[in-house]
């Protein structure tokens, strides 16, 4: 068992909770009283002081290389910071990202400008002011925002096709060229990392030389992109098969990510994304058979 079994519980609960509240926030911005049965139509997303945030004019056969493209360009620029050892710059990024993500997500339910008061703070607290609580608490609501963006301009045929790609990059990124291990380490390190990271204990302080210092504790992760790909496969789902089949989906990469902690060996690190993936396959499998009964 790669974590302890408490441990390992929690963080398939984080996923599976990330996944069915994702799904909701992705649901309530499809406008159904001007859908029709050829074509869902979307909700506007809210404005950040009057500019407003546009999701991508692409053709959803085209979408797959936009968000390959994307996730390449963000890995040279994490790659880049490392390098540079520009920890700030890394901190900056990732609170301009939380705060979009969370704007999107809390706008489902709140009016604007307190969707984004929400998210200014929880950014603030999630990037400079680290705390396990609150940055646990923001990976259950950042993904739905994010899967707000990308899920229109996918299909089932693309969903699948990215994460077949996906599986084989981290693959490769992880037991290859170890440079997805790098990033890791360094988030971790930095103490800011995008996605779970989770103590086995409470942090405590100890006063040394007359300096309180925290210790160090174990932490257990999992990456952002491992909760955010199966979302957007999972919000591909529900615009093709509707909202309640597209819960199926969840069900079936939670249980994926469940074998593959439950299986792996402490210490060593492995592309969450495969697994993850075999799990949404057979998902979708589901969903199909279940549309014939």
Not at 56 to 76: E, N, Q, R
Request: contains cysteine; aromatic residues 14%.
């Amino acid at each position: 068992m790669k974590h302890t079994l408490k441990i390992t519980l929690l963080i398939v609960l984080i996923f599976f909770c990330a996944q069915i509240i994702g799904l909701f926030i992705t649901n309530s911005y499809i406008d159904y009283s001007s859908s029709t049965d050829a074509e869902l139509v979307w909700k506007p997303l809210p404005n950040i002081a009057g500019v407003g945030i546009e999701r991508p004019d692409i053709a959803p056969k085209m979408s797959f290389l936009y968000i390959l493209g994307a996730i390449l360009i963000g890995t040279v620029l994490i790659l880049l910071i490392i390098h540079w050892g520009k920890v700030w710059l890394w901190k900056l990024w990732f609170f301009l990202a939380i705060v979009v993500c969370l704007h999107i997500a809390f706008g489902s339910v709140v009016p604007g400008w307190i969707s984004l008061i929400l998210a200014l703070v929880l950014g603030y607290f999630k990037a400079f002011r680290h705390n396990f609580i609150v940055h646990n608490f923001s990976e259950l609501f950042i993904y739905g925002g994010l899967a707000v963006i990308f899920v229109p301009i996918l299909n089932i045929l693309v969903a699948v096709v990215l994460m077949l790609l996906l599986s084989a990059y981290d693959a490769y990124s992880v037991w290859q060229s170890k440079h997805m291990v790098a990033m890791a380490k360094f988030q971790t390190k930095s103490g800011i990392f995008a996605g779970l990271l989770l103590p086995y204990h409470l942090p405590k302080k100890i006063k040394k030389k007359g300096k309180t210092k925290l210790v160090k504790v174990k932490t257990a992760i999992l990456g952002g992109g491992d909760i955010g790909f199966p979302l957007l496969f999972a919000g591909a789902v529900l615009k093709h098969f509707g909202f309640f089949k597209s819960l199926i989906i969840p069900v079936f990469s939670a249980a994926a990510l469940l074998g593959l902690l439950l299986y792996g060996k402490k210490g060593k690190f492995y592309p969450a994304i495969p697994f993850l993936t075999v799990g949404c396959l057979l998902g979708l499998l589901v969903v199909w058979l279940v549309g014939f009964i």
